[in-house]
């Protein structure tokens, strides 16, 4: 019987050593190990917090400049839980903010229950008043307001809210540009709900080393230049009536880093806008027409193929098939070197140096030669639109695709990287849009890793592209590009007028693609204007006059 009873007060014993094992493991794991994030979620329960900014970094260009024209307001905060009696204070806020706020804050203190910003761009006057009435749930604070009246670069930017980052670069780098750690305003509460005793409303800095700050995008684009060219685009109408549809790219033509990207028309980023509004022409494809005849023309050159001295005949009209191609005013105008087929723009001719020396793979090689049916590398994968590359089945598909036609579509961001090789001998180098990620404190988070340059065509190539590139612009030749000329510095470049349907009516998109000074390129400039209806006529006096004013900031 005793043996029996000891064995059970061992057991007993035993068992009871175990819970108490047990239960000091649980105290030290939930004390020592967890004792910091549980108390952290403890003060988070009886904390409300309000940022006095937008938990987002800025977007800089490269000298600094913040793209968006961030504005700093005043902002009247309301904190429900530590309000009180709204009928009590309804006269005094009414004096102190005038009877149609006033009533815009007791309306969201009496339907509210968590803290917010319920008025912004308060005046100084109206939030000294506010500060004389000494109430508990107010406080005035500053508030961002992200997007400016002269903010820049509208479209390549984006826009963001609540949400996030939704187009733009606001949405590619969404992640790098949100963050926790700002400064909040910030009230404290008992375990019941109630204000603590003295607890006033505290601004308190981001201490918290789990939460990420914003980080600050860096970016290639001059906002002097950015500037202008919105300006003139501003000053542009619509060749058939109405505001301007256009995208206009400005690159570096040594380095192809953009310097700016804009399309028209507007918008203001912090009210909704429609598809037409949003889209960024810029990086939209469109259908490219001639300015891919001198990348045509290079490919072949570099290959053999043709040779800058020969000559082609400009006959007006070539029969292939049951098709007839026709030169722009079809009209026949005899034999014409390289040279001249390119200044006068004549279609027969790259008929013939396309379909008839090249063949349809080659003609394609010379678009993903220079990139075309690539991302220019401006945004991070899947950000960029491209338009795959026609699949020429026929004679006669080969045929439009050697004037630019049949199918082939670039944006001008990628039809200025292309002439960007053309213009400075011969490399291709992708668009080095963001240039770094940085803290605020400007240490270096990120470099965006992109495909390095690479050469497209040599020197002699370029050269001979370059001299056609001139004399389809210089004053009292043949060029079709005479009005993009630039006294005094020059300028060298292609115009197009590429046919297509948009809304099931024929259009004719505008583009002028060129570079300034003519001699040691320092501009290489695009301009698409959406159904434009001529390149020569429309597009290309555009682009001197953005020209003009760039060449004024020197």
């Not at 008043?129 to 930017?157: C, F, N, Q």
Request: hydrophobic share 40%.
């Amino acid at each position: 019987m005793r043996i029996r009873m000891a064995r059970r007060v061992l057991w007993l014993s035993v068992a009871a050593a175990l819970c108490l094992t047990a239960l000091a493991a649980r105290v030290f794991y939930l004390q020592v190990m967890q004792g910091p994030a549980l108390a952290r979620q403890a003060i988070s329960q009886r904390t409300e917090r309000l940022p006095l900014q937008m938990r987002r970094g800025a977007i800089y260009d490269r000298n600094g400049v913040a793209l968006t024209d961030p504005q700093s307001v005043l902002g009247l905060a309301a904190f429900p839980r530590l309000f009180g009696d709204t009928a009590a204070v309804a006269e005094s806020l009414a004096d102190a903010l005038g009877e149609e706020a006033a009533a815009r804050v007791l309306e969201y203190v009496r339907r509210h229950h968590e803290a917010g910003w319920v008025i912004e761009g308060l005046s100084p006057e109206a939030a000294e008043r506010v500060a004389e009435l000494g109430l508990p749930g107010l406080a005035v604070g500053p508030t961002g307001r992200r997007y400016g009246p002269d903010s820049l670069a509208r479209h390549l930017v984006g826009y963001a809210n609540a949400l996030g980052g939704q187009t733009g670069l606001e949405f590619a780098y969404d992640a790098e540009l949100r963050g926790e750690n700002v400064p909040h305003l910030t009230a404290r509460y008992d375990g019941r709900g109630g204000p603590l005793p003295g607890g006033a409303l505290q601004v308190v800095l981001p201490l918290d080393p789990v939460n990420k700050e914003p980080y600050d995008l860096h970016t290639s684009i001059d906002a002097r230049i950015q500037r202008v060219v919105e300006e003139e685009m501003d000053r542009t109408g619509h060749p058939t009536g109405g505001p301007l549809r256009a995208g206009v790219v400005v690159m570096d033509a040594a380095t192809g880093e953009p310097l700016a990207i804009a399309s028209r028309p507007n918008y203001d980023q912090a009210v909704w806008a429609g598809e037409n509004e949003l889209r960024n022409r810029a990086l939209t494809p469109y259908e490219t027409g001639s300015v891919f005849k001198p990348l045509v023309a290079a490919a072949a050159l570099e290959a053999g193929l043709i040779a800058p001295d020969e000559q082609f005949v400009c006959s007006g009209t070539y029969r292939l098939g049951d098709r007839t191609f026709r030169d722009v005013d079809g009209t026949p105008q005899g034999p014409v070197t390289l040279r001249k087929a390119i200044a006068r723009s004549c279609n027969t001719a790259f008929i013939q140096i396309g379909y008839e020396r090249m063949g349809g793979d080659a003609v394609l090689e010379a678009a993903r030669l220079f990139g075309l049916g690539e991302a220019t590398g401006a945004l991070p994968p899947g950000h960029e639109p491209v338009a795959p590359l026609p699949e020429p089945h026929y004679g006669g598909d080969v045929a439009q695709l050697s004037f630019g036609q049949g199918g082939l579509k670039a944006s001008p961001l990628q039809v200025a990287r292309a002439y960007t090789a053309l213009a400075n001998g011969g490399t291709l180098h992708p668009a080095r849009l963001v240039t770094a990620v940085k803290r605020t404190d400007g240490a270096v988070v990120a470099r965006p890793r992109l495909e390095p340059a690479r050469r497209v065509v040599s020197r002699a190539t370029a050269a001979e592209l370059q001299a056609a590139l001139l004399a389809a612009t210089v004053p009292g030749g043949e060029g079709t590009g005479q009005a993009a000329w630039l006294e005094g510095v020059g300028a060298a470049g292609k115009s197009g007028s590429a046919d297509t349907v948009m809304n099931g009516r024929p259009a004719t998109h505008a583009w002028f693609a060129g570079w300034f000074p003519a001699q040691r390129p320092r501009y290489v400039v695009v301009v698409l204007i959406e159904d434009g209806r001529s390149g020569g006529t429309f597009a290309a006096p555009l682009f001197r006059r953005i020209a003009e004013r760039i060449l004024e900031l020197e």
